[in-house]
């Protein structure tokens, strides 16, 4: 019952938001570009995240020459998407980790590990995650994956297909749950759906396609508070790196 349950709110949020994951024009996608786009992600917007991405890329030719930059200068082109200390020294400490490691600055081994060595191999770098590792898994290689961030940890819980209290563990028991061919479009549609449908504060429950589905014990509250205010937000980053 739970499955089918599953299953209805995987095809309804599909056929709202679509089913295709779009697939890289090149080939292949550098892995490193991916995973340092990734980790400017956090905890910001799309929007600045991806402003400085191209600030890095534009500033350093090659991710050596940031080795040996001034943390400072790092900062500086970053600072637009928040957390900039923090994310500046990470991805300084990491690159020069990974080149003391790899002998270069590439990933394209990965390519040739299965999901759970890529996780025991970029969980031993500081400042990288679960979420950060399955994005670079569906994004980069284009493999199914189930990234858990805030919004799909709310919305999980809300609809009730979880009972969980971090994202962390969201994303062990959706993993188990979610059938692999759905996991990455699943995991898109229900970052739109909760930016646009089930927000944080307030869910638009009068507006939500899967309200007769929904576990949440305010929904009804909800609908008759916020009828009429959905707002569209369906700019995916990760997908244009
Ligand atoms: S009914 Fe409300 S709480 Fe439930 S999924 Fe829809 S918007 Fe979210």
Redesign the pocket.
């Known amino acids: 019952m739970k499955n089918r349950r599953l299953t209805e709110i995987i095809k309804r949020l599909e056929d709202h938001f679509g089913s295709n994951v779009r697939k890289s024009a090149r080939k292949k996608k550098n892995l490193l570009d991916v995973l340092i786009a990734v980790k400017l992600s956090q905890n910001t917007t799309d929007r600045t995240s991806h402003k400085a991405y191209l600030n890095l890329k534009r500033r350093f030719a090659k991710w050596e020459d940031l080795i040996n930059a001034p943390l400072q200068e790092i900062k500086k082109e970053i600072k637009v998407c928040g957390m900039a200390e923090s994310k500046s020294r990470d991805i300084k400490a990491m690159l020069r980790e990974m080149k003391k490691n790899y002998g270069k600055l590439t990933l394209n081994h990965l390519r040739r590990l299965s999901d759970d060595e890529i996780y025991e191999e970029l969980l031993g770098y500081k400042g990288i995650g679960t979420k950060t590792i399955a994005c670079l898994i569906a994004f980069g290689l284009e493999r199914p994956a189930f990234p858990v961030d805030t919004h799909v940890h709310r ?1 999980m819980n ?2 009730g297909i979880v009972n969980t209290t971090t994202p962390e563990k969201t994303f062990d028991v959706s993993n188990e749950l979610i059938p692999v061919e759905s996991k990455t479009t699943f995991h898109l549609n229900l970052i739109k ?1 909760g930016r646009s ?2 927000k944080a504060p307030a ?3 009068g ?2 396609c ?2 007769d589905l ?3 014990g ?2 009804q509250y ?2 008759d508070r916020n009828k009429g205010k959905i707002k569209e937000n369906n700019f995916i980053i990760l997908e244009n790196i």
Request: charged share 20%; with cysteine.
């Open positions: 919305v809300r609809m759906f449908v089930c869910p638009l429950c507006e939500c899967v309200y929904c576990n949440f305010q929904k909800y609908k």
